[in-house]
């Protein structure tokens, strides 16, 4: 059984940093597709970063030069370092893994539909 748990969130500042962590537990399979996902206040789910066991790496626009999805060498833990957070960077973080590869860099922007897995989320408030 695979399970994603997430942590790492809570109330910062504009400008300020957060890591979220995602710890994954019973993914056996070599290819996979993880990402984080958000949903923010009003607005639907969207893909924040992906990256792939092809080693293909995709953000969201806006979060671009200010968030950086990494994993550890294990492949246990996935992490999602954010900088310079801003008020509309607020939402629930939620990660996500599917064994299909070519899922990471066409969902990054959308609502993630068809990910195989998901975890319960971390929340993220951003204060101006």
């Known amino acids: 059984q695979v399970n994603l748990e997430e942590s790492g969130g809570g109330s910062v500042q504009s400008g300020g940093s957060l890591r979220l962590s995602c710890k994954v537990s019973g993914y056996t399979r070599s290819e996979f597709c993880m990402g984080w996902w958000r949903q923010v206040p009003g607005k639907g789910r969207e893909g924040v970063a992906t990256l792939n066991s092809a080693g293909i790496i995709r953000y969201l626009e806006s979060v671009e030069g200010r968030f950086t999805i990494s994993q550890d060498n294990a492949r246990t833990t996935l992490v999602l370092q954010m900088d310079n957070l801003q008020p509309d960077d607020t939402g629930m973080y939620y990660c996500?893994?599917?064994?299909?590869?070519?899922?990471?860099?066409?969902?990054?922007?959308?609502?993630?539909?068809?990910?195989?897995?998901w975890g319960k989320g971390t929340r993220v408030t951003i204060s101006s």
């Open positions: 996500a893994a599917d064994p299909a590869v070519n899922k990471c860099p066409v969902l990054t922007g959308t609502a993630g539909g068809g990910m195989d897995y």
